[in-house]
Each structure stands twice: as structure tokens, then as C-alpha cells.
């Protein structure tokens, strides 16, 4: 028997996507949406370094080779973009900022986290701690793309995306909260889809 109804070749659907997933205001999409402020910057691999510092006892940094050293960890999470569009059961690989804030001294209660090309974004330290962000540079089982933020991008899904700051470099520490790029223009300073905070005064 032939199904009634044809539904043609418009792609996988999302009749049974649990709606207790998807934020207020918030549509599910299959696709990758490519996001940015400005262009891809280009990335050097023997240059490259991941720094935290600021508000800290000691300054640290890992090259390239040192971070791909560090434990890591395989994610499936779900992201939440400003812009609308959410995307469930994503893969990451990384490495937890619990990790690269193991012996860090400090006592920040913000960051700025900074990228190549001029990109920020601020945060509580404590969303960056307690297994809720990574440093990622592996997606869906291969390297980060340049234009999802490769070769490492910062992951932090329980916030709103645009705090995932791509081509990430560094977190800096800081004892007061400074707006990074997008709250500077207006957006939520802290960012939770599931209280729909995309602007300030929401
Ligand atoms: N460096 C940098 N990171 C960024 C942005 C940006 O403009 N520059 N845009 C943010 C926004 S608004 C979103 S929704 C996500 C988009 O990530 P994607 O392009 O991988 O979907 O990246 C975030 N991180
Ligand atoms: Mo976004």
C-alpha cells in the first residue's frame, strides 16, 4: 500500500521534536545557519594561542598542540540563536574551560571572552565553569570549519549563541561586567533563551 498522502522531497521534518527542548520563540532547523559580524579571519596554527588573562595570579597560555593535548570531550547539545532558529542534538569536541581554569587563581566573577577579528563577548565566570562550556574545535566528527569558528570556538548552548564566540583566542578575567560586541549594540547582557532575554530590558 502506497502512503495517502505524498510528502515529497521537502526534507526531514520535525513532527516529534519534544517542544520542552525549544525555547520560547525559538524554531528547530535542520540547517547550519553562518553567522558573523564580520569576515572569516584568516588562522595560523604555529601562531596560535589560547590565553587566559586579566583579574588572574598568573597569566596562562596553551599553543595549538598543547590545548589538542588537554583532555577532551565529546558534547551533544542544543543551540539557541537570537536571530530565532535552534538546532538540536549538535556533536562538539573540546576541551571544558573547567580544565583550562584548573589552576587559574582569581577573583573574577566576568569575562570577556576575545577573537580574532576583533569579536567579544561577556559572561559570569560561572557560566564558563561546572561542565557548561568548552573550547571546541571538533563538529560532528571533523574540524571545526573556518566559518563556524574554527579552529577553536568557544561553546556555551545554555546561553543564547551569539555568547559562543567563534575564532575565540583567550578569556579575559575581569572583577566587573564590560558588555561585549553585540550587548554593546543592545543585546541581553547575560542571554537565556529559556527567559527569551535577546535584548536589554528582557
Ligand atoms: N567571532 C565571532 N563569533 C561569533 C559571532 C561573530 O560575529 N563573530 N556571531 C555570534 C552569533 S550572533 C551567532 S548566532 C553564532 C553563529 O555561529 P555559526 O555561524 O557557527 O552558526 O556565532 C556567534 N559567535
Ligand atoms: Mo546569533
Request: charged share 20%.
Amino acid at each position: 500500500m502506497s502512503p495517502p498522502i505524498s510528502r515529497g522531497f521537502s526534507g526531514r521534518r520535525h513532527p516529534e521534536v519534544d517542544k520542552g527542548r525549544v525555547p520560547p520563540g525559538q524554531y528547530v532547523t535542520d540547517d547550519f545557519p553562518v553567522l558573523a559580524a564580520g569576515p572569516t579571519p584568516p588562522s595560523d596554527l604555529e601562531a596560535w594561542s589560547f590565553t587566559v588573562v586579566g583579574a588572574v595570579a598568573e597569566p596562562r597560555s596553551w599553543t595549538w598542540e598543547q590545548l589538542r593535548a588537554l583532555p577532551s570531550e565529546t558534547v551533544t547539545v542544543d543551540i539557541h540563536c537570537v536571530t530565532k532558529w535552534s538546532k538540536l542534538d549538535t556533536v562538539w569536541t573540546g576541551v571544558s574551560i573547567d580544565v583550562l581554569l584548573d589552576a587559574v587563581v582569581t577573583a573574577a566573577t566576568y569575562v570577556t571572552a576575545f577573537s580574532d577579528g576583533g569579536y567579544t563577548t561577556n559572561l559570569p565566570l560561572a557560566d564558563l565553569r561546572g561542565g557548561r562550556a568548552w573550547v571546541a574545535y571538533g563538529y560532528d566528527g571533523a574540524p571545526l570549519a573556518a566559518e563556524h569558528g574554527g579552529p577553536a570556538r568557544l561553546l556555551v548552548p545554555h546561553l543564547y549563541f551569539w555568547k559562543s564566540a567563534k575564532w575565540v583566542r583567550g578569556l579575559e578575567l575581569r572583577e566587573h561586567d564590560v558588555p561585549g560586541f553585540w550587548e554593546g549594540y543592545g543585546y541581553h547582557d547575560y542571554g537565556d533563551p529559556w527567559r527569551e532575554q535577546r535584548y536589554q530590558g528582557d
